[in-house]
């Protein structure tokens, strides 16, 4: 009860910080220079691997289908939201002095958000592409065409959009009348509640429903779209097309179950479980480690992306000549999509 006073009489008197201190992982300078060595190169290949699997995508004209339209923005995602929080992590690994302005940690917190969200609702959108490609693929042009897909993409962007603004807007207009020393890497919300000396069960109740009402959608979403898949495939007579209808999830199942089950983990379990040691060591794997993988399942695992690769290789090496046509819009191409429906055509053989 004297805690809930003294914060209501804090609150009376609270004022906007000019900034925040991130204390970041460790004081060891040895310790230090091992971690950003180590980050430094996690995030260069981070940037090298989803800069790159955009850029190939929208020149090889091969990869213009619906599935790698949406891995593009995944690959999209992942670099935003790893270079919100990276760059400013490497500096404070090295610097003396971790503080970070009032007005720059809300945005590094509102694009963060942004991406994060967007990579959750891309993960469910993408399983609903492969559902109507393995399910019915001779209307698979029709059911994912250019309209569909960029009604799609702006709806994940809408939503994640809102999503963030809310969360900023609630969290920044807390009272941080106390210490201003933030115990993370980054602006994120779970350490700014503790440290906020306003009455925060508005924004817990907010985060849990907003966040807990898309990560509820997104999963039923994935799991929906997989039981058609799995019931779609299990009605093809031959092993070796089930064999490869199965092959074209993979990649994207693995994407999920890291994901997901990181943001599970974070966000959903129970508060006597919580500690910001933890906090910290989920954030930069989901924030470092997914990012970093992402890009490398797709392209490992993916015969056109290695083609495609391939054929890039070729170019840079001047073994052949040609000209690629770039889209106007980098969102969404203004041709038409093409639709590889080729490599389901094993499904045509399953019971009708």
Known sequence: MQFILQRRMNTRNCSSPTEFLLLGFTNNPWMRVVLFTVFLLAYLVILIANIGMTILIRMDSQLHTPMY?????????????????????????????KSIPFVGCALQFFIFCIFTDAECMLLAVMAFDRYKAISNPLLYAVDMSSKVCSQLLAGVYLVAMADALTHTTLTFHLCFCGSHEINHFFCDVPPL??????????????????FGFIELSTISGLLVSYCYIISSVLKIHSAEGRLKAFSTCTSHLTAVAIFQGTMLFMYFRPSSAYSLDQDKMSSLFYTLVITMLNPLIYSLRNKDVKAAIKKLRNKILGQEFGTEIWHESFWVPKSPLRHATGDFNTIKDRVN
């Open 69 to 97: 339209i949406f891995l593009s923005h995944l690959s999209l995602a992942d670099f935003c939201y790893s270079t919100a929080v990276g760059p400013k992590m490497l500096v404070d690994l090295l610097a003396t002095n």
């Open 193 to 210: 509640l503790l440290l906020s000396c306003s009455d925060t069960q508005v924004n817990e109740l907010v985060i849990f429903t907003v």
